[in-house]
């Protein structure tokens, strides 16, 4: 049996490994997914002050500062039983938008851009945002770092900082807008909306009008009909920052409809003694191994599945989109069929870029921004809280227990690509089964391919694995220190 390992895979955030086991014949006998790093964030926060949190964990990586900022500001919220101003929930809803534009933003051009821009049988040394440029032309290049800089300026101006924001506090907001800092988000915002339809332009240009990638994202090698997860409005509509969480079957019927503070009646977590990484899974229903289908615990929290668990979305250009999306993908528009293809979370991520944009150009222009009351100082007794925003890579979670006087004593968190790891697993399986057959080449463009399952997720491993099953993945190279040549590799678990 020969093994074809996958390492590092390439354009997402941490490290990650994919082995694949092929018989002789050249029929694949087995696949694995990876993750051979440690954060253990968790740990780190016991013995803090609560509302040291949403300053702390932000510096788990610098891709999702933004939403552990805001999940841990509202899990503080709910550990002092407060309830924020109306003026500090709109200045956390925008800036928390602005985040969500640029972060889809750099996904769509510079890491999964690539497959479709440059194809995905392009030379490993062309798939990159280099390539991306090159095809699209440079004017391009220099709106996608526009819209990314326009985006961490409103972060600057609400958040306090570019990046790992500081003004989310237990009660609200620690600064407001001034009339002047508000004409200039109103520019950007603005701004994002025309560079929002612009990136509609690049899809239907390079990827729907492209009838091999249509077949492609549809294909049965990329598809999985698993639950999805996501936070919902009162009308059911996709919302970053507040909700309740919604779990919807494959079959499009509810499993559920629950609070944050319930989270633990609805989620567990298993453990393979291979990886970093947890599989979380519905509790209600129980783990069953890497399978879908409606009997299986497996969940996906994703853009699609967002657009999946929701009734539409509540501004105007992101809806015309949402029904473009189903109709193209179900012929039904009004989104009640299920799209179980993963690569069309590329697109689902588009319609969610739009809504941004708009939610930034909309909030802008809310006078109540500037106002004064944007603080509820907390009184009660500190005790146990739980926030849930929609991280970009998945519904984020973070639980806190505190003593009495709100020093944290035990801390859970619950991120995006966690609750994406099974339906990785699955889907770089399916991927390699129906892509690495006997008597097939497998070359550079298979490999990628076979990436290509995993990145749709836009995986993020820097604040995601927090599991030490004490079966350490290990290697050890020996090299000699004379001529650099390796002499000896020992493996243990990977």
């Not at 497959?115 to 062309?126: K, L, M």
Request: charged share 25%; net charge neutral.
């Amino acid at each position: 049996m020969k093994s074809i390992t996958i390492d590092p895979i390439t354009r997402l955030e941490g490290h990650g490994k994919i082995h694949l086991f092929v018989k002789e014949d050249g029929e694949l006998a087995n696949c694995y997914f990876q993750v051979p790093e440690l954060r253990g964030f968790e740990k780190f926060c016991q013995g803090r002050p609560v509302e040291e949190m949403a300053r702390i964990t932000t510096r788990i990586c610098g891709v999702c500062p933004d939403a552990h900022h805001m999940a841990a500001a509202k899990a503080a919220d709910a550990v002092y039983g407060v309830k924020i101003p109306s003026a500090a929930y709109k200045l956390r809803s925008l800036v928390y938008n602005a985040f969500f534009a640029g972060d889809h933003t750099t996904h769509f051009y510079a890491l999964g851009g690539p497959d479709f821009v440059c194809g995905p049988d392009a030379p490993p040394g062309e798939r990159n945002i280099l390539g991306v440029i090159a095809k699209v032309g440079l004017d391009a290049g220099k709106q996608v770092i526009a819209q990314r800089a326009a985006g961490q300026r409103v972060i600057e101006i609400i958040g306090g900082k570019k990046v790992h924001p500081v003004t989310a506090l237990p009660g609200g907001m620690s600064k407001r807008v001034s009339k002047d800092e508000q004409a200039e988000i109103q520019k950007l915002g603005d701004q994002m909306v025309e560079f929002a339809k612009f990136t509609v332009k690049v899809l239907n240009d390079v990827v729907l009008a492209n009838p091999a990638y249509v077949e492609l994202i549809l294909s049965d090698s990329y598809a999985h009909k698993t639950y999805n997860m996501g936070l919902v409005d009162e009308q059911n509509k996709v919302n970053f920052y507040d909700g309740k969480v919604r779990v919807v079957g494959p079959d499009g019927k509810e499993h559920a409809k629950y609070e944050p503070k319930d989270y633990l009646q609805f989620v567990a977590e298993h453990v393979e003694p291979y990886s970093y990484l947890k599989y979380p899974y519905l509790k209600q229903i129980g783990w069953k191994g890497f399978v879908d289908g409606v009997d299986s615990g497996v969940y996906k929290a994703s853009p699609l599945s967002r657009l999946n668990v929701s009734d539409g979305m509540a501004t105007p250009l992101a809806q015309a989109e949402y029904e473009r999306f189903y109709a193209t993908l179900t012929h039904d528009k009004s989104g009640k069929t299920m799209v179980h293809a993963t690569l069309a979370t590329h697109w689902a991520r588009v319609v969610e870029l739009i809504y941004a944009a708009e939610m930034v150009q909309k909030l802008s222009r809310d006078d109540e921004i500037t106002s004064d009351k944007i603080m509820e100082i907390p009184t009660a007794t500190p005790s146990e809280g739980v926030g849930i925003v929609e991280a970009p890579r998945g519904t984020l979670t973070h639980h806190y227990r505190t003593d009495s006087k709100g020093i944290v004593v035990e801390a859970n968190l619950i991120v995006g690509t966690t609750n994406n790891n099974a339906a990785i697993t699955m889907s770089i399986k399916r991927a390699a089964e129906g892509l690495i057959k006997r008597g097939t080449e497998i070359t550079q463009g298979t490999l990628n391919r076979i990436e290509m399952a995993f990145r749709a997720y836009d995986p993020c491993f820097g604040c995601a694995t927090h599991s030490l099953p004490g079966e350490m993945p290990l290697e050890v190279i020996v090299h000699d220190a004379d001529t650099g040549e390796v002499v000896q590799i020992a493996r243990r678990q990977c």
